[in-house]
């Protein structure tokens, strides 16, 4: 019998089901209009250690802003009786205790996911208007007669959206102070995407500013302030010990490396089971493993939650939706600082290898440039990399064992390399360079390397073997039918590169690399039949030959400056 389709197994039930919630961060909408899968029991866990400030600290599109609106609804003090979003939740179950804190306090919540700008001025501007309408919802400040005429001028600046920085900076303490006030019970303070105006501040140049505001606002909300119930926080980096929250010493930190909540951001494996079942494809959970799974917080296996739920909304057709959900600026600044070794790193991870390295878990984004090996603890954070082992190293961070996550990161590392390559290298060289390489065109090969040395990069003249090294790695990972690794052993020694095809019926390459400063044509020629004759004499090829592949092409690559010259052989 044919198969049906998953489109057809979705139609063959006969329920009307719940819409999918893309893309719907509001809790009482998800909670009742769609399929929500219940993150209730995170507030139990919260109520049962009380800390006055938590950080969560997650990838994008992971659940972090509808979890803080589920907090919101839960906790803020209303006039509309909000328990009717919980009573049939997980939470309701679990007692009188929890349920007295339902509907209890005040509540500030700004989300920063929007505060996507190029300058401090209309970043500063953003988030004016975002308090400005924060404060428009308690209006009752405005003329309570339990607020004074300072606290009322403030207010009114703020809600009016004319408050300067200095003024600004005071917003969450002028505002918890009202509240406390008013409603005779301090607030909450809810920060949801921390870091976005951060992270922009770094990419666009006003790092400095935005986080001198930063640490004057977040501060005076959550720092000594005893006009504060409790403070939460989400974003992708955690709280660097130099950075915004110096001195902050009643926050909890929940990273991914941490077991606490670890189940609360992402669907777990059963979530996903149940899922596929209510929408009649539950044959499709393999595929939906292969693809979205493999992310691991804490002890808990997690799918991407926006992956998951755009695979069902698009027929279960299994595609990269993640790719397209934010900013990948990131990946441009690990290219730009890429040496040989972190090429050769990326490309292993593509090729579905790991790897041990050490994780600092408080990485801030100005070490990218001056700690180039800060860039793992960077894609970890940002969902690019799960970890398969930790080991707890003596400065109280990690080194743990990396590698890609699923199917669907594997092709964002792809397809993004690949275009933040295309600025440095265009897509028309690289597709001559690797017909070149593939018909054993010196010639041909030479010239593409002469024109991308000439017009990629100013000056070479202190390039050392390692720049080149790195170069001709950035080169080889814009091919997608070979596996590229570099510096591995193989017969007598170890090569430079090499690219072992996909497909053994097609050829191998193998490359060894020379510099040297200021050598004229003559002693080029002489040093790239220096590095071919090593492959040769060094049996580079027996590991390729040992899998199978008959053809391999092997090339001694000689640079000085901005000059190459290539000596080819079979």
């Not at 961070?397 to 996550?405: N, T, Y």
């Not at 690289?430 to 990069?457: F, H, P, T």
Request: aromatic share 12%.
């Amino acid at each position: 019998m044919e198969k049906k389709s998953a489109m057809q197994n979705m139609a063959a039930k006969p329920a009307i089901r719940l819409p999918l919630p893309i893309g719907v961060a509001d809790y009482r909408l998800a909670s009742t209009e769609y399929y929500y899968i219940d993150k209730t029991l995170m507030i139990k866990e919260f109520l049962d250690e009380r800390p006055m400030v938590s950080l969560f600290t997650r990838p994008r599109r992971f659940g972090k802003t509808l979890n803080m609106d589920m907090l919101r609804t839960f906790f803020e003090k209303t006039a509309e009786d909000t328990s009717v979003y919980f009573r049939d939740k997980a939470i309701w179950q679990c007692g009188e205790r929890y349920r007295s804190y339902q509907g209890k306090y005040p509540v500030i919540f700004l989300t920063f996911k929007d505060v996507k700008f190029t300058t401090w001025q209309e970043t500063f501007q953003s988030i004016r208007e975002l308090i400005a309408k924060e404060a428009y919802r308690h209006l009752e400040l405005k003329d309570s007669d339990r607020c004074d005429a300072f606290d009322k001028k403030a207010f009114l600046r703020l809600q009016q959206g004319n408050a300067d920085e200095t003024e600004l900076a005071n917003a969450l303490a002028d505002l918890s102070l009202a509240l406390h006030k008013h409603y005779g019970i301090a607030p909450i303070i809810i920060i949801d995407e921390y870091d976005i105006p951060i992270q922009q501040g770094y990419m666009q140049g006003f790092y400095d500013k935005v986080i001198l505001f930063m640490r004057n606002l977040f501060s005076g909300g959550l720092k000594d302030n005893k006009h504060l119930s409790y403070g939460f926080l989400t974003g992708i980096l955690r709280v660097a010990k130099e950075s915004i929250f110096s001195g902050l010493n009643n926050l909890v930190i929940n990273s991914v490396l941490d077991n606490k909540y670890s189940e609360y951001f992402g669907f777990t494996a059963s979530e996903v089971q149940q899922m596929a079942a209510y929408y009649g494809v539950a044959d499709k959970y393999a595929e939906l493993c292969a693809w979205y799974d493999g992310y691991r917080f804490g002890r808990t296996e997690i799918f991407n939650p926006w992956s998951v739920i755009n695979y069902f909304n698009s027929g279960c057709e299994p595609r990269a939706f993640w790719q397209t959900t934010g900013s990948n600026d990131i990946i441009g600044e690990i290219i730009g600082v890429a040496d040989a070794e972190i090429y050769e790193r990326l490309t292993s991870l593509v090729n579905g290898r790991s790897f041990v390295t050490y994780i600092d878990t408080s990485v801030i984004y100005p070490q990218i440039k001056s700690n180039p090996s800060s860039i793992y603890s960077f894609l970890l954070v940002a969902g690019y990399l799960k970890v398969l082992k930790t080991v707890p190293a003596f400065s109280g961070d990690f080194m743990c064992e990396v590698a890609l996550p699923n199917k669907e990161i594997a092709y964002v590392y792809n397809k993004e390399i690949l275009q933040k390559l295309d600025k440095l290298i265009p897509m028309a060289a690289a597709i001559l360079m690797q017909e070149a390489l593939y018909s054993a065109d010196s010639q041909k090969l030479k010239a593409v390397m002469q024109s991308l040395l000439a017009n990629s990069v100013s000056s070479f003249d202190t390039a050392g073997e390692n720049f080149y090294h790195g170069f001709m790695l950035g080169l080889c990972a814009l091919l997608s039918n070979a596996y590229v690794t570099s510096n591995r052993e193989a017969g007598d020694g170890r090569y430079d590169i090499q690219l072992m095809p996909k497909n053994v019926a097609l050829p191998g390459i193998l490359i060894e690399l020379k510099a040297e400063k200021h050598a004229d044509a003559e002693q080029l020629k002489k040093l790239a039949a220096v590095a071919l004759k090593q492959i040769h004499d060094k049996n580079y090829a027996a590991d390729m030959q040992s899998h199978g592949v008959k053809t391999i092409y092997k090339y001694g690559v000689a640079f000085s400056g901005k000059k190459v010259e290539i000596e080819v052989g079979e």
